[in-house]
């Protein structure tokens, strides 16, 4: 059985810029829809209030009617090619990389 959008819960729905507590560290996240995908960037930073640059981001999503997004999503389907399967409890879960995670780096 192949999994769909359907399997999915996006808990982060409608959160653009948000801290992300994983264990002792914080994560800053940038996050938008670009169908098919959803773009994330993390950087590991301390706990900030994001609330104003989370809405702003929600401002310039709406009033460009997300179609840089949706371009986006479009032109990220013919450019990645690399995959990585993240075993959870309730099944392998791909992830989709522009080019594969330097797995010795310091960052």
């Known amino acids: 059985m192949v999994p769909t959008y359907s399997y999915v819960k996006d808990d982060q729905f409608g959160m653009s810029n948000f801290n992300w507590k994983v264990g002792n560290s914080n994560y800053q996240i940038l996050r938008t829809g670009c169908f ?17 640059s989370d809405k702003f981001m929600r401002i310039i999503k709406v009033a460009n009617l997300g179609i840089p997004c949706l371009l986006y999503g479009l032109a990220a389907t013919q450019l990645i090619r690399h995959e990585e399967l993240v075993h959870t409890s309730k ?3 791909p992830i989709y990389f522009l080019l594969p995670e330097d797995k010795g780096s310091l960052h």
């Open 36 to 52: 098919p995908y959803i773009k994330y960037h993390c950087s590991r930073k301390k706990a900030e209030d994001l609330n104003m």
């Open 91 to 93: 099944g392998p879960v």
